[in-house]
C-alpha cells in the first residue's frame, strides 16, 4: 500500500508516474488506454477496483439485476439506495504514454467535489490493485478520523491481521 499527493493539471488531468503504475498491475500491463469502472467509496474518494475483478462483476451484477426489477411499485429503500449508488458509477479512462498514465476527473465527479479540479491537490491511495483518488481535504479529514478512533479500528482489524491480545 502507498499513497501519492499529485496536483491535477490543466484540463483536470492526474498524471500517475511510473512509480505509482508499478504498484498497479492492471495498469502495468495494459497497452494503450484501458477503462475501468469507478465508483464513491464510503467516504467520498473515487475508488477504481481492478477491471474484471470479483469486485466489478459484482457491480455490473449488480446494474443488470437492477435494471430487471419490475414496476416501481412497492420498490423497497434498499433496491433504492442500491439504485443510486450504481448510478453514481463512471467509466475512467486511463490512457498510457510512454511511462506514465493519465486520467481526466470528470466533471460530473469534480462538481460534486469527489474529485479535485485543475491546480488543486489530489491523494492517489493504492492498495492489492484498488486504486483510490481522492480530493487533498476529503483526505485530510480521512486520516482525522481514523486517528480518533485508531485503537479501536487496531482491536476490530486484529484477527485479519493475525494480532493476538496477549
Not at 423497497?76 to 510512454?98: H, M, P, Q, W
Not at 483510490?132 to 478512533?149: K, M, P, Q, Y
Amino acid at each position: 500500500m502507498k499513497r501519492w499527493i499529485l496536483k491535477v493539471e490543466r484540463q483536470h488531468r492526474l498524471r500517475l508516474s511510473q512509480e505509482i503504475v508499478e504498484c498497479v498491475s492492471w495498469l502495468l500491463t495494459a497497452e494503450g488506454a484501458i477503462t475501468a469502472a469507478a465508483h464513491i467509496g464510503e467516504h467520498g474518494q473515487i475508488c477504481v477496483p481492478p477491471p474484471k475483478s470479483r469486485i466489478q462483476k459484482r457491480f455490473v451484477s449488480l446494474e443488470k439485476n437492477l435494471a430487471a426489477v419490475g414496476d416501481s411499485e412497492g420498490l423497497s429503500k434498499e433496491l433504492l439506495a442500491l439504485g443510486r449508488y450504481i448510478a453514481d458509477a463512471v467509466n475512467l479512462t486511463f490512457s498510457k504514454e510512454r511511462n506514465r498514465v493519465t486520467v481526466v476527473l470528470p466533471e460530473e465527479l469534480r462538481s460534486l467535489k469527489y474529485a479535485p479540479e485543475a491546480g488543486q491537490m489530489a491523494v492517489v491511495f493504492v492498495f492489492k490493485n484498488i486504486v483510490e483518488i481522492w480530493s487533498g481535504e476529503i483526505w485530510r479529514d480521512h486520516l482525522r478520523s481514523i486517528h480518533a478512533d485508531l485503537d479501536k479500528l487496531i482491536e476490530d482489524s486484529s484477527e485479519d491481521l493475525g494480532i493476538t491480545n496477549d
